[in-house]
């Protein structure tokens, strides 16, 4: 067969995608739901979100969000530690509680045949958990343990220090959600039990099911498992504080004499997501450093070969969080790293990006967006953001619309105010040796030795 | 009971040039998966030229005679695709997941390189992606705590030129010392229809898009089968041991053993023990290790499904002040009882309950529901063979499984690997 094979095929014709109808059954005292039926396969997802997370965590407590999610399943009023993991494996089930800045998570799903009782685990465990205090002493044994352990990963830590440098001392995205080791080691059993007992009512509380089940099977199975729920006990603690104004450009080198490779993070403050910029500013991340074909990771990975892999993140928090590059890179080629990371930075927010550059980056965007909704919990966690970030009901069907409308004077105006370079937070963690005298060009240096490393 | 759910219908189809396709059209989502399998990976190559499948790998993403260097990457983000590529032991793939209307774009990409890559070669495209693999090497491995383990583990189970011997992704001598003529090789030898599998999974007509699959790679012609690997015969003698420190506060101990390959009932004994003695807070060696006597943080094991023979490989960290001796000895107290004594049966319907369920997730992704194919027919030679293992599941008793264990896990035929904090941080070896 002869044909030419020096073009790319034309594509045929599109078959549009639409996210799910979902119901929006109302449960009077209860929680939020939203039920999206999948009926083609047996299987059915819940989650539970108490819709306030990590960012309300006293700074001399941070870890406390993630270490009362990590105790929700640790025990209920009729079941022990091991007694809840024994019924859910029974089940052939899969369990699992998370915390992130902006919620927490109680996720239970197996087949839909199971589902009564994955409805009343799920809601014992979100709502009447007893976080007994001898089981808080294992937990925190652990994320004790868990913390030493990262602070090895250089990743983390690089992390972690430039959130550090980013929002200081007094704001909790300062910090990993993990929190600190002190933060973690000052926690008691009454500290969690308010925590629980802030976030715990019905007006912040989501049920999200998806898969082979119905509106009317989920109501009547809420208005069971959810009844009787006193809900609102404690206060909730207060909302976090603005982020502290940056001041200018600061460079910490993370001192590791051996290490192999230097791992990177710049970083600056970002927009909320509820931001009316955000999309505009998801979009010149994109281009930036959010794809493989990204100005950052063409130039720095496929043009210098400096690096395996570079990479920038928006936050995407109901706060301020943070906008960040990084990679791992020659530790030889760590200046010249930083200098090209600052160059593409400018070059972003100097100038609107051409035309087939925004083109290709809104389509990805669009295109790219049914494959995370394969699955249940891909779907289940895109509900949940319409809880969490309060977004209309019809969030999803207008994404393609409000990202199409997107200019490149929208993108330069995003970018303009996420890329600037002269109040970032630059960090290392590497040889200090080899890396002061290629990183002092970049703003005031600091070198501190690396608590974490082993016996230092 | 849940096998009802697991049965899914596909099409097998062979071109005259040797190439498998697999169709398994589904149309829940209007996107398709194209999954291209080649049956080669590290233990096609030899000691001296390690690292090369993985490299290889690389430069399948630095164009070919109609695609610009990045072009693959470029063609496919601009229009909403997810791509990639992996490399293991036994085989390579590349994979794309692309809406669906675009299918005819993924085909044409991934025949353009089956069929004419050696044309856009240059020893500047390589000489970069040898930088990249380096640094690949050193974020992964050497810059990252435990990194080394898994190759030292490996490099001890098995012997001196087993294919299995030397870390997928390579040294850094051999990485450094690849050469153009070397990729033009390694291209000719594995890189032909008649080495590849072409799974796809989603919304398209079956006779349609096989179609395309003729239009695209019919023309590519066949080659030679790639050398055959040789094992050796010879066996280590005796446990293995070693230590190595790292910049880690918790000390981990891993064990290994070699078990009968991946698509035996054997293997999926191995499997099932796996998830009995260590999935899930229930589990034995969770219970006892990390929930009872705290000597843990965490705890797994795990079957690997590799094609020559499969490994079973048993891993514990530690908390700060646990002596990796103890963490090893409560381990070898589990191993052993799984020797002598049976699983009761309600565990056992709890691990088949957990497999299965696990099972049935993993199905709802075109991409990984490709793969699950994709394994079947390269390294079992039959799509439909994905199904034994879960046949395998429901048929396996505890009392074969004890007879698995007695038979493979013995403590005089294994590699034991211990990582513990450096003394001195600032010094490490080079």
Not at chain 1, 105 to 115: F, K, Q
Not at chain 1, 156 to 177: E, K, M
Not at chain 1, 447 to 454: E, G, H, I, W
Not at chain 2, 223 to 252: I, Q
Request: charged share 25%.
């Amino acid at each position: 067969m002869s044909f030419d094979r020096s073009l790319p095929p034309p594509p045929a014709a599109v078959r549009p995608f639409r996210f799910g109808r979902w119901e929006s059954p109302r449960l009077e005292g209860g929680p939020r739901i939203m039920v999206l039926r999948e009926p083609g396969v047996p299987l059915v997802h819940l989650e539970i979100v108490l819709g306030i997370g990590a960012d309300r965590d006293p700074v001399d407590r941070r870890g406390l969000t993630a270490l009362g999610a990590g105790l929700l399943d640790e025990g209920t009023a009729g079941l022990d530690a091991l007694a809840i993991a024994g019924t859910v494996e029974q089940l052939g089930a899969s369990l699992e509680t998370a915390a992130d800045w902006d919620g927490v998570y109680v996720a239970i799903s197996s087949l839909s045949e199971h589902l009564p009782a994955l409805l009343e685990l799920g809601a014992e465990i979100a709502l009447r958990p007893s976080l007994p205090a001898g089981e808080l002493e294992r937990l925190r044994r652990l994320r004790l343990a868990e913390l030493a352990h990262r602070a090895s990963q250089p990743d983390f830590v690089a992390g972690v220090h430039a959130v550090g440098l980013v929002y200081g001392p007094d704001h909790p995205y300062g910090a990993s959600l993990l929190g600190t080791a002190e933060g973690v080691a000052a926690i008691d059993a009454g500290e969690v039990r308010a925590w629980h007992a802030a976030r715990a009512r019905p007006e912040l509380t989501t049920l999200v099911a998806v898969g082979d089940t119905s509106a009317e099977e989920i109501v009547a199975l809420a208005r069971e498992h959810f009844a009787g729920w006193p809900g609102g006990a404690a206060a909730l603690p207060p909302r976090p504080p603005e982020p502290p104004a940056a001041p200018s450009r600061r460079v910490l080198v993370v001192d590791r004499p051996g290490a192999d490779q230097t791992e990177l993070r710049i970083a600056r403050i970002g927009p909320a997501r509820g931001a009316p910029e955000y999309l505009a500013a998801r979009l010149a991340n994109l281009l930036l450093g959010g794809k493989f074909t990204s100005r950052l990771n063409l130039n720095l990975r496929e043009r210098l070969g400096i690096t395996y892999g570079v990479h920038s993140t928006l936050g995407g928090r109901r706060g301020r969080g943070p906008f960040s590059v990084s990679c791992a890179l020659d530790t030889e080629a760590a200046g010249r790293g930083v200098g090209e990371i600052l160059a593409e930075m400018d070059r972003m927010a100097s100038a609107p990006p051409p035309a087939e550059e925004l083109e290709d980056g809104k389509s990805y965007l669009t295109g790219t967006f049914p494959y995370r909704l394969q699955s249940l919990d891909g779907l289940a966690d895109h509900l949940a953001t319409v809880a969490i970030y309060d977004r209309p009901d019809d969030y999803f069907d207008s994404l393609p619309g409000r990202i199409a409308s997107l200019t490149a004077e929208d993108v330069a105006r995003s970018a303009a105010d996420l890329l600037r370079t002269d109040d970032l937070a630059i960090v290392a963690v590497g040889p200090a040796a080899r890396l002061a005298r290629q990183l002092e060009p970049f703003g005031a240096l600091e070198v501190r030795s690396d608590p974490a490393s082993p016996s230092s | 009971m849940i096998h009802r759910h697991l049965d899914f219908p596909f099409v097998r189809h062979r071109l005259a040039n040797g190439l498998e396709v697999v169709l398994q059209p589904d149309s829940r989502l209007p996107l398709v998966t194209v999954d291209l399998w080649y049956h080669v990976g590290s233990k096609n190559e030899r000691p001296g030229k390690t690292g090369f499948a993985h490299l290889f790998e690389h430069m399948l993403f630095q164009g070919s005679a109609n695609v610009d260097t990045n072009g693959h990457f470029t063609h496919l983000q601009k229009i909403g695709g997810v791509a990639n590529g992996s490399t293991s032991h036994d085989r390579t793939n590349y994979y794309e997941t692309v809406p669906a209307h675009h299918l005819e774009l993924a085909l044409w990409l991934e025949a353009d390189r089956m069929g004419f890559l050696l044309p856009a070669m240059t020893s500047a495209k390589l000489e970069n992606q040898r930088e990249v693999v380096m640094n690949e090497r050193r974020q992964r491995v050497d810059n990252q705590p435990y990194g080394r383990a898994f190759e030292t583990l490996n490099e001890l189970l098995f012997p001196a030129g087993h294919p299995y011997h030397w870390p997928v992704i390579g040294t850094m001598e051999d990485i450094a010392a690849a050469t153009l003529a070397d990729v033009t090789a390694f291209f000719e030898a594995h890189y032909r229809p008649n080495n590849a599998v072409l799974t796809l999974v989603g919304d398209f007509h079956p006779d349609s898009a096989l179609a395309l699959v003729e239009k695209y790679f019919a023309d590519i012609p066949g080659g030679d089968p790639p050398p055959p690997v040789a094992t050796p015969a010879a066996s280590h003698a005796g446990e293995r041991r070693a230590v190595l420190e790292d910049a880690v506060r918790l000390p981990r101990v891993y064990a290994a053993y070699r078990v009968p390959p991946f698509g035996t009932s054997a293997w999926t004994a191995a499997d099932v023990l796996a998830t009995a003695l260590a999935s899930g807070k229930s589990s034995p060696m969770y219970r006892d290790l990390v929930y009872g006597r705290q000597i843990a943080q965490n705890v797994s094991v795990a079957a690997l499904p590799t094609e020559l023979e499969g490994s079973l490989v048993v891993a514990a960290t530690g908390h700060p002040e646990t002596d990796p001796d103890e963490l090893l000895g409560a381990l070898d107290e589990h191993l052993e009882r799984a020797r002598r004594e049976a699983l009761a049966a309600r565990d056992l319907e709890r691990c088949r309950n957990g497999l299965l369920t696990a099972y049935v997730e993993q199905l709802q992704r075109f991409d990984l529901r490709a793969d699950i194919l994709a394994q079947a027919t390269t390294l079992l030679g039959e799509p439909g063979r994905y199904a034994d293992r879960l046949l395998e599941y429901s048929r396996v008793s505890p009392e074969d499984i004890r007879a698995f264990a007695a038979a493979t896990l013995a403590p005089e035929d294994r590699a034991v690997v211990t990582v513990v904090p450096r003394a001195d941080p600032g010094r490490r070896r080079t």
